[in-house]
C-alpha cells in the first residue's frame, strides 16, 4: 500500500503544479523608504489587518488583493504589479476636501502576435499574453501599474473620509481600500479596452481581445468589426452594448436578479415591456405588483414647479388619478415631494418621466435610479418608479385615448443584462458621466465588481468579473491534485 | 522497476520543489524592485490619458507591443450629505468634470435626489 502511495502523492503535486500553475499576483512595492507603503506612522490593527504602520496595512490590503486574484486565476507566469502608494499629482484637479483621485491600474503593455497567441492581430494584456506564452514576455518589466493616493488619509484630501484598511469590508464612511485595489487590478488583468471613446480608433489600429467580446445589439456587430465612427456612436448606445463572452452569459443567467417592467397592454401604439428606474423609498416594487390606467397629473404653475405636470404641488385632477398609476415629469423638487402629492392624490402608484435625452448635460439615458435626496421618505407607501424621457413622452401623448399597464417582475429579464441575457457594459450616452465601456452596467442587480462606482453593499467577491477573464482567456485554477489524493486514499 | 519509477517520481517532485523555491528566493532578493512602473512616479504628474495607443515596438520573430492609451483611474466625491461618491472613468474631461461638479449635483450613478 505504501507502494502505491508514494507515485500517487508525487503524481499529485505534479498534476497540481501543472495544471494549476506556479504563478502568482505579486505586489512590487516600488514606494522610497518611509513614504507610501513604507511609511512608519503608527497604526492599530484593524478589520484583520495586521500591520502596525499605516505602511505596512497598506501592503498588506494590496497583497491580500492580490492573493484574491492568485486564487481566481490561473498561470505559470507570475503577474507582476508595480504598485506606489504616493500622493498623485495633478494641478488641474488638485486633492480638495470634496475631491480626490483614489486611484489606478492597467495593463503595462498590450501585446500581439505573440507565441502561442490564440488569435493573430489582436491585442492581449500582457500578463494574460505570459500565460499564453508560458514564459515571461517582457522580463524586467512589471505587467500591471498601480498608482493610490496617500493624500487620501489626510484631512485636506476628502475631509474626514479616509481609506479603510480592514479586510472585513466595514468601512463605515471610509473608503473601502481593499474593493478598490480588487476592482483596479481586474482592469490590470483584462477588464479594460484600447479603444478612443471620443473618436473609436484603436490602440495602434488593432483591436484588444475586450473589444472582440464588446458587442452592440443594435448593429449586431462586435467593436472589432466596426467602423471607428461606429465604435464611437456605440460608446454612447445606452443598453445596447453588452459582452458576448459565453462564460459570463451563462453566469448572469444565475446571479443576477429579475427585474420589474412596466408592461403596457393598450392601446397597441404603445404595448410593449419598458424599462424602468427604481427608487429607495416607497412601496418595494420587487414586491408590489401594481396594475391600472396611466393618468397624467395636472398641478398648479408655481414657485414649488413652474409647469403643470412637474408634480410638485397637490394634484388639480385627483378625481382622475385616484386608484390608477400618477405620471409626472422629472424636475424641479424632490422625488418624494412628488411622490407624496401622488400618494395624497390616491395613485396606486407614481410614475416619473426623466427629463434629459441624449445630448443634454448630464444625461445617461437609463430611466434613473431614485433616492430620497434630503427628505425622510418613511411616509411614502406606494411603488415609485422612473420611465426614459423618450418613453415617457410616448406614453403620454396615448393618455388621453386610456394607456393601461401594470407594473410586475419579469422573471426572463435580468437586472444589468439584454433581453438576449448578455451583461449590459456601461454605455451612459455622454461621457462625462463616467468612463465608457470598461465596467458592467449600473442597471445590474445585486451589484458587481467591475461597474463604474464602488457599491457600499459590495462584498469582497469576484462575482461576474472572474467569468469576463475567462471569456478574454484567463483559466481558472484546476484543483486536479487534490481529486488524485483523494483517490489514491 | 516499480521502484524506478516511484524514484524517478520523487526525483522530479524534487526538481519540481526546487524550481520553486528559486522563485521564491529571487523574489525575496528583492529583484523584482529593480522594475520600474510605468504611471506617473512619485513626484511626477499624473495623466490619464497616456498616448495615442502607438505601436511601441516590433520584435524580430513580429510580436507587436504597444503601450495602452489610458488608465482607468477610480474618482471620489463628497456629496452634499458629506458621503463619498466615487466614479471610474478613463478620459481626462470626464475626470475633470466629475472632479469639478459642483456639489449638490453629485450622486451616485445608481441614484438621483431629484
Known amino acids: 500500500m505504501r507502494k502505491l502511495l508514494l507515485p500517487l502523492f508525487a503524481l499529485t503535486l505534479i498534476a497540481g503544479s501543472a495544471f494549476a500553475g506556479n504563478g502568482k499576483v505579486i505586489i512590487q512595492n516600488a514606494d522610497a523608504a518611509g513614504t507610501g507603503f513604507n511609511d512608519p506612522t503608527p497604526a492599530t490593527p484593524v478589520g484583520g489587518n495586521p500591520g502596525t504602520t499605516l505602511g505596512e496595512q497598506r501592503l498588506n490590503v494590496f497583497k491580500m488583493a492580490a492573493q484574491q486574484w492568485s486564487n481566481t486565476i490561473d498561470t505559470n507566469v507570475d503577474v507582476i504589479v508595480s504598485a506606489t502608494f504616493a500622493p498623485i499629482i495633478r494641478e488641474s484637479d488638485p486633492c480638495t476636501a470634496d475631491a480626490a483621485i483614489l486611484g489606478a491600474a492597467g495593463p503595462v503593455r498590450n501585446l500581439a502576435n505573440f507565441t502561442n497567441s490564440p488569435k493573430q492581430n489582436v491585442l492581449y494584456p500582457v500578463a494574460l499574453a505570459n500565460k499564453f506564452a508560458n514564459t515571461d514576455l517582457r522580463p524586467g518589466e512589471p505587467d500591471i501599474s498601480a498608482i493610490f493616493n496617500a493624500e487620501v488619509d489626510t484631512a485636506a484630501c476628502l475631509g474626514a473620509s479616509n481609506w479603510y484598511y480592514g479586510y472585513d469590508g466595514k468601512h463605515g464612511s471610509d473608503i473601502d481600500l481593499y474593493v478598490v485595489v480588487l476592482h483596479e487590478l481586474a482592469h490590470g488583468l483584462g477588464f479594460t479596452g484600447g479603444a478612443n471613446l471620443r473618436t473609436g480608433s484603436l490602440e495602434s489600429n488593432l483591436p484588444n481581445i475586450f473589444e472582440l467580446h464588446t458587442f452592440d445589439t443594435q448593429t449586431g456587430q462586435c467593436w472589432d468589426q466596426m467602423s471607428a465612427s461606429q465604435r464611437r456612436d456605440s460608446a454612447l448606445n445606452t443598453g445596447r452594448v453588452v459582452w458576448d463572452g459565453p462564460a459570463t452569459k451563462a453566469a448572469a443567467a444565475s446571479r443576477l436578479g429579475s427585474i420589474v417592467t412596466l408592461t403596457v397592454t393598450a392601446p397597441s401604439a404603445v404595448a410593449g415591456n419598458y424599462e424602468i428606474g427604481s427608487a429607495t423609498f416607497g412601496a418595494d416594487s420587487n414586491t408590489t405588483a401594481v396594475s391600472g390606467r396611466l393618468v397624467v397629473a395636472k398641478d398648479a404653475k408655481n414657485t414649488d414647479g413652474p409647469t403643470d405636470t412637474d408634480g410638485c404641488s397637490a394634484f388639480a385632477n385627483a378625481s382622475d388619478i385616484s386608484g390608477n398609476i400618477a405620471v409626472v415629469d422629472r424636475g424641479s423638487c424632490f422625488f418624494v415631494n412628488k411622490a407624496r402629492n401622488a400618494q395624497a392624490a390616491g395613485a396606486s402608484a407614481l410614475i416619473i418621466v426623466d427629463n434629459k435625452k441624449k445630448g443634454d448635460a448630464d444625461a445617461t439615458c437609463d430611466p434613473p435610479g431614485m433616492g430620497p435626496g434630503d427628505d425622510d421618505a418613511s411616509d411614502i407607501h406606494i411603488p415609485v418608479i422612473s420611465l426614459r424621457l423618450t418613453d415617457g413622452e410616448a406614453i403620454k401623448a396615448q393618455a388621453a385615448n386610456g394607456v393601461n399597464a401594470m407594473l410586475r417582475i419579469d422573471p426572463s429579464q435580468k437586472a444589468g443584462a439584454s433581453q438576449e441575457g448578455y451583461p449590459r457594459l456601461y454605455a451612459p450616452c455622454t461621457i462625462d458621466s463616467g468612463s465608457s465601456i470598461h465596467h458592467f452596467d449600473v442597471s445590474a442587480s445585486p451589484n458587481l465588481l467591475m461597474e463604474p462606482y464602488t457599491s457600499s453593499d459590495l462584498t469582497h467577491g469576484v462575482d461576474l468579473t472572474v467569468y469576463q477573464l475567462i471569456d478574454i482567456g484567463w483559466t481558472q485554477p484546476v484543483r486536479t491534485g487534490r481529486t488524485i489524493l483523494r483517490r489514491g486514499k | ?114
Do not use: W, Y
Not at chain 2, 8 to 17: C, I
Not at chain 2, 74 to 90: E, F, I, P, Q, Y
Open chain 2, 1 to 114: 522497476m516499480g521502484r524506478l519509477r516511484s524514484l524517478s517520481l520523487l526525483a522530479l517532485l524534487l526538481l519540481t520543489a526546487s524550481a520553486a523555491s528559486a522563485a521564491e528566493l529571487h523574489r525575496e532578493l528583492g529583484m523584482l524592485a529593480q522594475m520600474k512602473p510605468v504611471l506617473a512616479m512619485p513626484g511626477t504628474t499624473f495623466t490619464i490619458e497616456r498616448n495615442a495607443g502607438d505601436v511601441n515596438e516590433v520584435t524580430t520573430d513580429g510580436m507587436i507591443i504597444s503601450t495602452p492609451p489610458a488608465v482607468d483611474v477610480m474618482l471620489a466625491r463628497v456629496d452634499k450629505n458629506g458621503d463619498v461618491v466615487t466614479s471610474c472613468v478613463n478620459t481626462e474631461e470626464a475626470a475633470h468634470a466629475f472632479l469639478h461638479r459642483a456639489p449638490e449635483k453629485i450622486t451616485p450613478l445608481r441614484r438621483a435626489g431629484e
